[in-house]
């Protein structure tokens, strides 16, 4: 049953690149990619401020405890952009499984006495979004240690990307093309705001962030891409982030 599922929906994707526009196409690639499964929540918490390296030294020292249940890619403290502010994903592959890493949480101890009583506590608000990697982008590991991360996040105009995804996307890649910088990943939001992406960039150094971007001001492929993909954003969000001792990606 499902190999006969699986060959009748390959069909339809090869009939309706046939005869779709191609609005639509760019929609049905979109969709395509979520069928693998995989999502990655983010997850943004704010911290009291006297409690901001109380909280982390906790979280150095436990997060093993929570990374024993499922992946994560990686953990940051916000510097520009929202003051104690820590921001981490974690990769899922169903939200089955997310269901049952939740409930096992729920039922640890060790969670729940070493870390989540002592944590909460710190804490002031906590947010997550659920996203998807989208198709033309994968996961890019640092080049080296030692470097700052940007989340840039932009809430593009209703439709999604049956409307503003070739735009987006070469927006994206005028940057990443010529080195500006490195795009760790590119997300478009599922739950959370709708019709939100993001771009998890990475640079050597705040210096050398300000001066890529500088030069990407000025370079006319980059500028006519920008000036295109803007038609369609509403509103867009910078952060800059220092990757935690205990973050996979450094």
């Excluded at 249940?69 to 916000?78: I, N, Q, R």
């Excluded at 990769?91 to 096992?104: F, I, L, M, N, T």
């Excluded at 996307?169 to 478009?188: D, K, M, N, R, W």
Aim: proline share 6%; with cysteine; net charge positive.
């Amino acid at each position: 049953m499902l190999t006969a599922r699986k060959a009748l929906w390959n069909a339809s994707r090869l009939l309706e690149n046939v005869i779709a526009p191609k609005s639509l196409q760019v929609a049905c690639i979109s969709t395509d990619q979520q069928q693998h499964g995989t999502f990655y929540e983010f997850r943004t918490y704010c911290i009291q401020p006297h409690q901001n390296a109380a909280f982390l030294r906790l979280t150095n020292e436990k997060i093993h405890l929570r990374t024993a249940h499922s992946e994560l890619m990686g953990y940051w403290s916000v510097e520009y952009g929202g003051l104690n502010q820590v921001f981490h994903i974690w990769k899922y592959d169903s939200y089955s499984q997310r269901a049952g890493v939740r409930a096992a949480l729920a039922q640890d101890p060790s969670w729940i006495e070493q870390y989540i009583s002592k944590a909460m506590p710190m804490l002031t608000s906590q947010d997550n979004e659920v996203t998807y990697m989208v198709p033309w982008s994968k996961i890019q590991r640092a080049p080296k240690e030692g470097g700052v991360y940007e989340l840039a996040s932009f809430q593009m105009r209703p439709g999604g990307p049956a409307v503003w995804g070739p735009a987006f996307e070469a927006a994206v890649s005028a940057h990443s093309a010529v080195g500006y910088a490195l795009p760790v990943g590119v997300f478009h939001s599922e739950f959370g705001p709708t019709n939100r992406m993001h771009v998890l960039w990475w640079y050597e150094g705040a210096d050398q962030r300000a001066a890529s971007r500088h030069k990407a001001h000025g370079d006319p492929r980059v500028v006519a891409a920008v000036r295109e993909s803007v038609t369609y954003l509403v509103s867009q969000q910078n952060k800059l982030m220092f990757p935690t001792p205990f973050s996979p990606s450094k």
